[in-house]
């Protein structure tokens, strides 16, 4: 079984910041892609920010310039930096992992348990 722990968020100020962090334990063979999503009340979950095996990332555009992933993948840990942040980020924030857990198997979805973050002054 593979076990997402997330933490940071919080309350935070217009324009403020505040970082994000998710560890993955268990067993892991590999990681295709860690990211983070988010859901507000009422709305689906979105994509925030992923990034892949190669270091390659991608952004929903309404983050972009604004907010940072990174990864440390000895430690299994990804970070999602957010900067000048917007009463409208308000939502809960999920980590993804797309791991498997073995050679053989295909790579499956994880999901942490959701941190909130609100942004209200």
């Known amino acids: 079984q593979v076990q997402l722990v997330e933490s940071g968020g919080g309350l935070v100020q217009p324009g403020g910041s505040s970082r994000l962090s998710c560890i993955a334990s268990?067993?892991?063979?590999?990681?295709?892609?860690m990211g983070w999503f988010r859901q507000a009340p009422g709305k689906q979950r979105d994509l925030v920010a992923i990034?892949?095996?190669?270091?390659?990332?991608n952004y929903a555009d309404s983050v972009k310039g604004r907010f940072t992933i990174s990864r440390d993948t000895a430690k299994n840990t990804v970070y999602l930096q957010m900067n000048s942040l917007k009463p409208e980020d308000t939502a809960v924030y999920y980590c993804?992992?797309?791991?498997?857990?073995?050679?053989?198997?295909?790579?499956?979805?994880?999901w942490g348990q959701g941190t909130q973050v609100t942004v209200s002054s």
């Open positions: 268990g067993s892991i063979f590999s990681i295709n892609a």
């Open positions: 993804y992992f797309l791991a498997r857990r073995t050679r053989v198997l295909d790579p499956a979805d994880y």
């Open positions: 990034i892949n095996s190669g270091g390659s990332t």
